[in-house]
């Protein structure tokens, strides 16, 4: 039963994540100065996540509409980057957001949290 409910919800998060790359909208536009700026920044930050969780389909999903290519970390079994999430994080639970900034690293957990912060960041 388990094994049924798993395959539906894998299925499900599929379809999802389908669609949403094909309803995706249009992108914030900034100056290629200011991009390239923002882009800059990104370099510190990674976000850890799968491909068909419906929470990180809503993340990517704010992160194209604010135009942020933040490099994706997929925490799936047999990942290298799940131990890295565990091990940093102290939880594998996804999405997760990795901030490296002064030198320090911060994991930011929760869909919601980390549109926040992407929000308040980059708008
Ligand atoms: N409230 C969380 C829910 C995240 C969540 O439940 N993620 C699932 C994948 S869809 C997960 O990581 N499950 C593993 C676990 O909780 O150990 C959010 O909005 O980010």
């Known amino acids: 039963m388990k094994i049924l ?3 539906i919800r894998n299925v499900l998060g599929v379809i999802m994540a389908t669609l949403d790359l094909v309803t995706r ?3 914030l536009k900034r100056t290629p100065e200011k991009q390239q700026e923002v882009n800059n920044a990104l370099q510190q930050l990674s976000l850890y996540q799968f491909f068909a969780c419906p929470f990180c389909i ?3 999903r704010a992160m194209h509409k604010l135009n942020l290519p933040i490099e994706t970390r997929s ?3 047999g990942s ?3 131990e890295e999430l565990l091990a940093g994080g102290g939880r594998v639970k996804v999405p997760c957001l990795r901030i490296e900034q002064d030198g320090k690293v911060e ?3 929760e ?3 980390i549109i ?5 960041r980059f708008s």
Do not use: F
């Open 111 to 113: 869909s919601s949290e």
């Open 5 to 7: 409910i798993n395959l």
């Open 116 to 120: 926040r912060y992407l929000e308040t």
């Open 58 to 60: 809503k993340t990517r």
């Open 75 to 77: 925490a799936s079994e």
């Open 80 to 82: 290298p980057h799940r």
């Open 25 to 27: 909208g249009s992108k």
């Open 107 to 109: 994991w930011l957990y």
